[in-house]
């Protein structure tokens, strides 16, 4: 059996799987975790990446490894390969000045022209644009950006800072895929390039792609990851580099090294874990909810709405972003002082449409819509509807109609929807699995429970290893009879057009 690995480097934790290449199947996986906040050094994911690859029972008999990461983290390196400061996390808001100084300096629409995406504090642009403003003298220290997978897939190969790597600080080794490229801002998904001009309105410095080899220095100018096709590989693990051959996992013998795949995002990794194509759209309901298909053509949105990503298999994956998701179901159970099956239990008793009971969730402002000092609110309540059954099944349903919300962003951008992957850990819930066939006019599908983006991850690691893309099956634990009921949209878009934008 040949065994290839992927790693999913999240906000929280580090998660590796290791399977079986010629079928998918899992055989054995880890996980470590990472510390809370929205900036984090990345030694931290170096420490959790050895404590997973450990956890899973080391990488001794993987041929091929990959990584896939948290998006939009941005990375300074200065010329000895040591991190000048602490990564500023895509969950990190305190670039939104700088957000809305390069839509105002660029241009809404020029800005969706170029890269697909309209300025947001997530993205790695306004990172840097805030540290030019309030941290120059850092700043001044900077000769390369990455992104958090770009910088572990660096490091495995043996790059790293001057005394603590084998191979030392090379910088021209930086590389990166266009799904993580994509989410940068200074990147073009239509180009399939770079826009350095960008990078330097948001930095003020001038910047190229790394080489890949010794290139004449160019003092001042940034170097940015040279940009890998899908199922290209980046290089190889590198013996050495988490101290001595016998410290490493996987070392199996003088001179191993696992090959390693691009990389790629989380969001374009779920998508290739999960096997989509043309026409599927996948909600993934966590923290927060994501929206996003697989789509043939690139996608500019001036709203800013819909940001145009690219994926990970040479197509492009347009991706809308609701700030409310599996939180609104755990708070209303906290109201109703219930655990989940409860809460499940409980909506299901009632009718679609909760008896006119309507839940608008923004519990922490919204962003698609795009209004972010809006809160929560029940709408419908009289003496009759307000039941603990209808409170329940409005949270359900207020959760779902925002996430259909982030659906018709994507379907006025002209993508097809032909089917519904819905994934996460609160689709378990039976209630989210049955009223979501009533919200969506799609026939819904949910895989079964794994870690897709690390699954994605492998994917490439197998693609870079046989040359060609896997197509491994994909468990699916239920696929809910179609049963949309119109009533629940038409009662929550009469509600939530009554929110005032400032409350």
Not at 256 to 283: F, H, K, T
Not at 284 to 289: D, E, Q
Not at 451 to 462: D, F, H, K
Not at 482 to 500: C, K, L, Q, T
């Amino acid at each position: 059996m040949t065994l290839v690995a992927g790693v999913d480097s999240s906000t929280q934790s580090c998660k590796v799987v290791v399977l079986d290449a010629g079928s998918g199947t899992l055989v054995r996986e880890g996980r470590a975790g990472h510390p809370d906040g929205t900036e984090v050094h990345p030694d931290h994911w170096w420490q959790a990446l050895s404590a997973a690859f450990d956890d899973a029972g080391g990488l001794a008999d993987d041929s091929a490894l990959s990584v896939g990461g948290q998006q939009h983290g941005m990375v300074l390196l200065d010329h000895a390969g040591h991190v000048v400061r602490p990564a500023l996390l895509w969950n990190d808001t305190r670039s939104a000045g700088a957000a809305a100084a390069l839509t105002e300096e660029v241009g809404a629409e020029d800005f969706a022209r170029r890269t697909g995406l309209v300025p947001v504090a997530s993205f790695t642009i306004t990172k840097v644009r805030w540290v030019r403003d309030h941290e120059p003298e850092l700043a001044d220290r900077v000769a390369a950006v990455a992104l958090p997978h770009d910088w572990l897939t660096w490091r495995l190969r043996g790059y790293g800072p001057t005394g603590s790597s084998p191979l030392g600080p090379d910088l021209e080794q930086l590389t990166t895929d266009r799904s993580d490229a994509s989410g940068t801002g200074y990147w073009s998904p239509s180009a399939g390039a770079y826009d350095l001009d960008l990078f330097e309105v948001a930095f003020g410095r001038d910047a190229r792609e790394a080489a890949g080899k010794a290139v004449p220095e160019e003092p001042g100018t940034v170097v940015l990851p040279r940009v890998l096709g899908p199922g290209e590989a980046a290089g190889g693990i590198h013996p050495d580099c988490f101290g001595s051959p016998a410290e490493l996992p996987g070392q199996a013998g003088p001179g191993l090294r696992i090959l390693l795949g691009a990389g790629a995002g989380d969001n374009a990794a779920a998508a290739l874990g999960l096997g989509a194509e043309p026409g599927d759209v996948v909600v993934s309901v966590g923290t927060s909810g994501t929206v996003f298909s697989a789509a043939s053509r690139a996608v500019a949105d001036p709203s800013g709405t819909v940001a145009g990503f690219a994926d990970a298999s040479g197509e492009y994956l347009p991706i809308a972003v609701t700030l409310n998701a599996a939180r609104v179901l755990s708070s209303v159970a906290g109201i109703l002082g219930v655990d989940f099956d409860e809460l499940s239990r409980l909506a299901l008793d009632a009718e679609p449409g909760a008896g006119g009971v309507v839940l608008v969730p923004y519990f922490e402002g919204e962003r698609t819509p795009n209004l972010p000092h809006a809160k929560a609110s029940f709408h419908g309540l009289s003496i009759a509807s307000s039941t603990r059954s209808n409170i329940a099944r409005a949270a359900i349903e207020g959760m779902l109609c925002g996430l259909s919300g982030g659906l018709d962003a994507l379907r006025a951008e002209g993508g097809p929807a032909m089917r519904l992957l819905l994934i996460g850990g609160a689709v378990q819930n039976p209630a989210v699995q049955a009223i979501a066939a009533q919200v969506f006019e799609l026939p819904v599908v949910i895989p079964s429970p794994g870690e897709y983006v690390a699954r994605g991850a492998a994917v490439q690691a197998a693609w870079a290893r046989s040359g060609q893309r896997p197509a491994w099956p994909v468990a699916v634990d239920a696929a809910p009879a179609p049963d949309f009921r119109p009533v629940i949209r038409e009662n929550y878009m009469r509600a939530s057009g009554h929110i005032d934008p400032g409350n």
